[in-house]
T-cell receptor, first 117, second 113 residues
């Protein structure tokens, strides 16, 4: 398996533009997570899905952020309109069902470095 | 919600020395505690984890200890090497909200040759 795949790796956009980040989880993983990483706030959970259904979106900073998971192999995180303070590295991660000894922990994607100018 | 505090924020050691990073958590219902290593510009990677029914776990040069009563857990790295230099994150989660990890702020470990 190629692991969790995120695209793009880097994104530079102007303030006010829409940004869409993409994630392909590991095949068979039932949980998908979106994290944001900044120096000031560390790793913050934004939202997570179980079987394509959003379970907890309490970490989504505001209405400008939205996430979808239309099927088991694809998820998007959208920011509209983007602002400079959204600049961060956005990680997607996936994991097995509870109790699966092989991978109780997450597997992270390589991340998308977003810069909003 | 859960709150995880991690100390120290930076740690500098000489090659061959031991390094210890400590975390405390607030929610007594948390039962899973992983540690991640993140090298510069790369993804966090799981290096070791421990469940609440175990007090200690070891994997070669790294070990994790858990004190449920005090609600703290620690990462121990022995015989440190320059390639151990990275940011280390602890995390905690509850079985009822499986997979929802709360991360500590991270420790920048530098191992000097």
């Amino acid at each position: 398996d190629a692991g969790v795949i995120q695209s793009p790796r880097h994104e530079v956009t102007e303030m006010g533009q829409e940004v869409t980040l993409r994630c392909k989880p590991i095949s068979g993983h039932d949980y998908l997570f979106w994290y944001r990483q900044t120096m000031m706030r560390g790793l913050e959970l934004l939202i997570y899905f179980n079987n394509n259904v959003p379970i907890d979106d309490s970490g989504m900073p505001e209405d400008r952020f939205s996430a979808k998971m239309p099927n088991a192999s694809f998820s998007t995180l959208k920011i509209q309109p983007s602002e400079p303070r959204d600049s961060a590295v956005y990680f997607c991660a996936s994991s097995d069902q509870p109790g699966t000894e092989s991978n109780y922990g997450y597997t992270f994607g390589s991340g998308t470095r977003l810069t909003v100018v | 919600g859960e709150n995880v505090e991690q100390h120290p924020s930076t740690l500098s050691v000489q090659e061959g020395d031991s390094a210890v990073i400590k975390c405390t958590y607030s929610d007594s219902a948390s039962n899973y505690f992983p540690w991640y290593k993140q090298e510069l510009g790369k993804r966090p990677q799981l290096i070791i984890d421990i469940r609440s029914n175990v007090g200690e776990k070891k994997d070669q040069r790294i070990a994790v200890t858990l004190n449920k009563t005090a609600k703290h857990f620690s990462l121990h790295i022995t015989e440190t090497q320059p390639e151990d230099s990275a940011v280390y994150f602890c995390a905690a989660s509850k079985g009822t909200s499986y997979g929802k990890l709360t991360f500590g702020q991270g420790t920048i470990l530098t191992v000097h040759p």
